[in-house]
């Protein structure tokens, strides 16, 4: 979905971080990340499966493993619906398959479903549901989702599916900062360094930027410097 918010308080115009509210459904990323956290063999099997482009055995292995309750292959299998990757796809199937993962408390199922109702998926107008939206990235932010976390301080410093509130897009824009996520330290350093949800501060707000700059932000070094000149004219307390 593309949506181009209004930043006026923000005289750098970071558009393309605040626009990550729809992050994108990887099953590639979901697996890499299931198989570190040491799936049955079974059900590793089936990720191998589909690893090497046999999505047929992959299918069938997601499928008997979801029926069993695997709150895993039920993803990976809803997954396989989104993508089309299935003789007879279907989002419906796949929207079941991603609640029964999530009522597992499986975060990638949480985020999954709040991606899907962002995205407009349950219905064929592709209307989207953003509190709907705004509910699952909650679960998934508050169960340690960096993406969920992205898009929930997302949702509220843009008004989207929540009211809009700078200190809760703040306090979610930290915690995804500290997860390492580059976007978030970038807006939450320009936060500090406009008072926009939080005070003024500008040697937190040249600490996030220099994370970000560390983390490969092309912009950050500039803003890193800038404040740099400005601390310097700064009286001494």
Known sequence: MDFHPTMASH?????????????????????VGSALAGPPPSVEAAIAAYAADDLPTAAQGFTRFAQQGSALA??????????????????????????????????????????????????????????????????????GSVDAQVAMGTAF??????????????????????GGDVG??????????????????LRLARYWYAAAAANGDEAAPFKVKELDARLIQEPAL
């Open 157 to 178: 410093y843009l008004g989207r599916g929540a009211k809009q509130d700078p200190q809760q897009a703040a306090l979610w824009f930290r915690q995804a900062a500290t």
């Open 74 to 143: 039920q993803y990976n299998l809803a997954m396989m619906h989104l993508r089309n990757e299935l003789p007879q796809a279907n989002a419906a199937t796949a929207h079941h398959l991603l609640l029964r993962a999530a009522r597992q408390h499986f975060v990638r199922a949480e985020l999954a479903l709040g991606e899907f109702y962002e995205q407009g998926r349950q219905h064929r107008s592709g209307m989207p549901d953003l509190q709907q939206a705004v509910h699952w990235y909650a679960l998934a932010a508050e169960h």
């Open 11 to 31: 005289p750098t115009h970071r558009v393309h971080f605040v626009q990550r509210l729809v992050i994108g459904i990887s099953l590639g990323a979901a697996l």
């Open 184 to 201: 978030a330290q970038y807006l939450l350093a320009s936060m500090y360094e406009n008072g926009l949800g939080v005070d003024q501060d």
